[in-house]
């Protein structure tokens, strides 16, 4: 059972990298306009000097 | 006079050298909208931002700082065939999306607890039965607290305060029971835990909160929704006003930079924006957005005029006013002031639910506490089995059982185009047995039509209404759109107070009044209604009469006799005259109507009904009608109505049609009636659960297995407010 000095500790970290990641993704507003992403993500061709997001 | 756009009150600088706008943009839907406009505004020269969003329907845009003017942005989009405007976030807007955004936060801090406790957990539940070592499950017992205490501290904080705040104001709501449970929960487990026993609750404490945060969200969504959507709406109205910038020089601004003070510029078919007093000019003003009299008022210097005020025939100048200096406005202000006070504190079904709720649930639980040291058990063992009780009646299912409905139900209302102000709206709204409509603006149409307009041959309409493009005067402005006349008459020539007049191919027309076209004589044999305004035409020899007039919304009758078969009684109050008021109830079939009705009587009646025991839903436009729309039990505002009036009712609808009306009753009922079927599941649990609790073989594997299970239960029951009935008549 020594395996869980391992174990519980990387699940506990990849539990918070999730948390860490939604948290960001919360923060650089990709839920503002979840409509307008679902589309994005099948449009052909994007302007080409778009910039990435807004803050 | 030169006249200027200027939108700089909506520019604000975003970093280095670059500035940036938000439009709120009219008619987008799909992605292909998206990309074209997108592309349309990247393609102008120095815009380092162009992005859509499309479920706030609102453009972002960056330029580099004094290089474009932010009406190049409209004209573009207007060429792309969009309609735009610049938009301010307001205060209650920005609110609701912190609001949001802060329970999205606490929501996704309490899933990653309750999926990590919940992976120390079910190997604790498997090893009490296998052969775990009891330091291996202390081992995880101490890891879920660490992770489960700080979690709830945090995304506990929107029950806590609610909780707090009801409890320091000495009532309580459906958070208090929530925060008792969660606290005791974690404080039991950690007791629990200290002294090596088998069972800790932190897994069901922390799964109760992301329940609740779901419903929470959703909830919240919902409003900031409906919160965009009305910014947008407001913001698309355009509500702009020719200030003077100099004696003799005006600039259009919008009404957000328009301070107490200012002259502004009236001209004749404008809509006021402003409240003020006339300094300068003669006009016929049309007031019955404010008062529901559709006849004209004669204003002069000095006279008062409200925003909303339809400028007829003459230009005035407007001294801009504060709000409340006039003394129509000031009376309304204070009726409208008295009748929310004296709103009955109406108690929301899920406070009521918890009212009787709570006691219940804290009684038996201390019942089970005494009961079990009766019985002979230890005081640490009775303890342990009251906390379970509060645990495994901990208000899960209660808590969801309405938000959701809620949620669900306003996406359906929203569909149909209503927009809800406050959250309990569905539930009075529900209960309305009886409703007073205001005639001007809510029966009728806010705008002016032609309405023997099929008795004219196509071809000297259309004339009518090119020629009536020259003209300034609101009533050819109907005639006009009425045609719709795109190309106006070269050379036609307009008299003041008369009409105007054209040469066209040799023969002379002219529009105006009836002595003007020489057709008195058609105009006295004609019997038209007192609330019509009387236009000729004439074209050589030819006369015409045409009817000018507010018509009524084109559904209307149908929807009274819809709302007539769903028992519900109707009657109008009206201010305009009577007349017009019997006209109006005579078309629809109304037997009950008031006309010259004052907004102190309009309250009374109300007052009258109430006391007979109806719930009253008022449904009005006009200032006249806000202190009533706040005193009714439930109220509706259509989207032209006065800004007062709108900020009051509770529900706003959409477009022309009336349907909306019936719409939204029929979604609040059958909301009404999910909710209440949810409550009952969700008792209906507890009867089932409470039991196994107080017998004391509960263990935290049971409680976290029936609290999802009740909680999923009643989302899904919710689910059903979706498909509210189509056919509304």
Known sequence: MEILIILVPLALMLGLAGLAGFLWSLRSGQYDDLDGAAWRAIADDEPPQEAPAKR | MQITRDFSHYVRTAGEGVQHIDLAVEGVHCAGCMAKIERGLSAIPDVTLARVNLTDRRVALEWKQGTLDPSRFIDRLAELGYKAYPYETESAEATEVAGSRFLLRCLGVAAFATLNVMMLSIPVWSGNVSDMLPEQRDFFHWLSALIALPAAAYAGQPFFRSAWRALSNKTTNMDVPISIGVCLALGMSVVETIHHAEHAYFDAAIMLLTFLLVGR???????RRTRAVAGNLAALKAETAAKFVGPDEISQVPVAAIHPGDIVLLRPGERCAVDGTVIEGRSEIDQSLITGETLYVTAGRGTPVYAGSMNISGTLRVRVSAASEATLL??????????????SRYMRLADRASRLYAPVVHATALLTVLGWVIAGASWHDAIVT????L?????CALGLAIPTVQTVASGAMFKSGVLLNSGDAIERLAEADHIIFDKTGTLTLPDLAVTNAAEISTDIFELAGRLALSSNHAVAAAVAQAAGARSPIVGAVEEAGQGVRAVVEGVEIRLGRPSFCGAEALAGGVNLDAEASIVAFS???????LSVRQGLRPDAQAVIAALKARNIGIEILS???EPAVRAAAHALGIAEWRAGVTPADKIARIEELKRRGARVLMVGDGMNDAPSLAAAHVSMSPISAAHLS?????LVFLGRPLAPVVAAIDSARKALHLMRQNLWLAIG????AVPIAISGVVTPLIAAAAMSGSSILVMLNSLRACSASRKIV
């Open chain 2, 386 to 389: 009251g906390v379970a009780v």
């Open chain 2, 217 to 223: 969200f959703l909830d919240q969504n919902t409003r």
């Open chain 2, 575 to 577: 201010g305009d005259r």
């Open chain 2, 330 to 343: 000031a009376e309304i202000t204070r009726l409208l002031d008295n009748a929310l006070q004296a709103r």
């Open chain 2, 391 to 395: 645990i495994i009646t901990c208000p």
């Open chain 2, 685 to 688: 649990y507890n009867v089932l």
């Open chain 2, 539 to 545: 074209k050589g020899t030819e006369k015409f009469i």
């Open chain 2, 646 to 650: 709108q900020a009051t009712a509770d």
